[in-house]
């Protein structure tokens, strides 16, 4: 089968199916309780799928906000006309204050420097909405759920003398998918903390603490929110569809006599004549060079392994014996070609990676091809 698209200048590709994001976001928004109970994260571009068609395929019924990693992440999405709630989910350099205000976007603040510095940058006419990092566990931003008690006090002196709205307070699971026992635990720091704020007489607005894994466990998406990723791009627990397949046009199809090497180091040879096909794409695109003489793509409708190390520009497979292969046909590293197919996570267990690196990983010299499927 040949999966190549009909322009035949693109080398290697991505194919991003819209229909199945939306379906999985609907499943996720059932899950949740509404599509108003979800902030979708589109960092690191929408997970490498592209930030901008995303939020665009979910305007019809879109979110109670996005999620992003930096300003100029947030800033890009309002160019791109994308509106609604904006949150900048890491640290803010303190040259960021004004760009913020610029665009509408919002500040998480996982520091009391921070939120006085978010403070004194406001307007008073117009208070910003901030969001309040708890760190229950995960150790990497947020103020300290165990020291509620020493920070609490001076959370109440900012709010009450900088122009600022807690619009919400979270936290992050470190192991949803892994350890019940241990999330839990941060469900109950996290609550209990939740509690102290509002003793102190600070409301601590809509709270969220679950992500894709935690919205699919028992017991950890009852809060105000949830913050899913993975799954709205097709991976992680609970069976969403697949959005993401990877495509490589075959380039040159030859034929190698017994004992000739292949790619660098030679760490390949043919045992006997072998018939291969040379992909356009390689570790420059984001393939990894961990698939060298152990991984395979489709071609054809056939699994073909890939011969000798992963290059920069270039993969070589072995096209199967009874499989007609040309230039210009396509193969697929990433997806269904006939009855085959390579799962996410498989190919995340190939590269000895986690899903996230996968399609993060996708190179900017892969173009993003954006079709709507019918299930």
Sequence with gaps: MNTAPEDETRRAWVEVDLGALRRNFATLAERAGGASRLVVMLKADGYGLGAIPVARALGDAPPWAYGVATVEEGAELR???????????????????????????????SSLDALRRFGSAAREAVPLPVHLEIDTGMGRLGLLAEDADRWTGALVAALRTYPLRLASTFTHFHSADSDPDATREQERRFRSVLDALRAAGVDPGLTHAANSAALFSEGTSDHDLTRPGLYLYGGGPGGPEPVASVRARVLDVRTLPAGHAVSYGATWRTAGSARLATLGIGYGDGLRTRLSNRGFVLLGGRKAPIRGAVCMDVTVVQAAPDVSVAPGDGATLLGTDGEERITLAELADAYDAIEYEVLTGLGGRLSRVYLDRQP
Aim: glycine share 6%.
């Design 79 to 109: 160019r791109a006309g994308i509106r609604g709630r904006i949150i900048v989910f890491s640290p803010c350099p303190p040259m960021d204050a004004d760009a913020l205000a610029a665009d509408s976007l919002e500040p998480a603040v």
